[in-house]
């Protein structure tokens, strides 16, 4: 599925400075787009635009090259799926019960979950690994396995595009290479992926595309090795960094190290 923005400009009420600026970027099936930018920058306001949760004051969403205005929320909600920062504590419904509320879109509120929502919920825990502790609360999960959770509540959504708000976050080293690799593999299996991140070598590492925004509203967006250079890192981030190769037993990876603040 396509998602595009095409020209969105966005400023909080009585606010005159623009945070969005002529926001366009266009992504399709198997790609994974990350959007990065200094604190303050407006990435979470982005992903409020684009979920429509926020309206653009110029320009638009378009889903599969239908405006996101004339889509029903429902039908949205079918076709995008979200997964939001872990901030909160989690809720005391078990892993099983949260992956359920991700068909809530399909069955209708008043009526239970049938054969086809059950199946989806299987498929989603089995695809994430969850099935094996599909019958604990969310409340005594590590957050890595949490924010699994909500990735496969995503993923019984059957939604095709996919919007992470800063999936690795407060995460330890084993659970964000786990998490970005699930969003990986799910690109692969042609669903449409944007993620916010404060990591630069996760972009170069996951994403084919970047979106790059900077404090004055100014934003970059192209395949990630043409964005993710020292020189856009310096000018936005205002910070030296050093792009190296690492070599390892996956192939060469690239990282990020920030040296000094300009
Ligand atoms: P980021 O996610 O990149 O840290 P945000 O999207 O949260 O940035 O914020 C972008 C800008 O918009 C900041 O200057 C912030 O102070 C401002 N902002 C965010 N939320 C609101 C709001 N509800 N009302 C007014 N200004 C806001």
Not at 133 to 155: F, H, N, P, T, W
Request: hydrophobic content about 40%.
């Amino acid at each position: 599925m396509k998602i595009e923005v095409k020209n969105g400009s966005f400023s909080y009420p009585k606010k005159d400075r623009l945070v969005l600026d002529k926001i366009n970027f266009g992504l399709s099936e198997g790609d994974i787009m990350a959007v990065l930018g200094p604190n303050g920058a407006g990435k979470t306001t982005l992903l409020r635009c684009l979920l429509g949760f926020l309206k653009w004051k110029t320009g638009e969403t378009l889903i599969d090259g239908e405006n996101r205005t004339n889509i029903t929320t429902q039908d949205f909600w079918k076709k995008v799926s979200y997964v939001p920062q872990v901030r909160e504590k989690p809720p005391a419904y078990t892993v099983e019960e949260m992956v359920m509320l991700g068909r809530s879109g399909h069955f209708g509120a008043f009526s239970r979950p049938g054969h086809k929502d059950v199946e989806a919920v299987n498929k989603a825990l089995e695809r994430t690994g969850l099935d094996k502790i599909a019958k604990r609360l969310c409340s005594e999960l590590s957050g890595g396995e949490y924010q699994m959770v909500l990735i496969a509540r995503a993923l019984a959504s059957e939604a095709k595009v996919l919007v992470l708000d800063e999936p690795e976050s407060n995460l330890d080293f084993k659970n964000q290479l786990m998490v970005l690799n699930m969003v990986k593999e799910i690109a692969n299996e042609e669903m449409t992926c944007i993620f916010n991140t404060h990591y630069p070598a996760h972009a170069l590492r996951w994403a084919n595309l970047s979106f790059m925004l900077s404090r004055s509203g100014e934003s970059i967006f192209g395949p990630t090795e043409e964005v993710i250079t020292e020189k856009n890192i310096s000018d936005l981030f205002g910070v030296r960094a050093v792009i190296g190769q690492v070599e390892s037993e996956e192939g060469k990876i690239l990282d990020v190290v920030p040296v000094a603040p300009l």
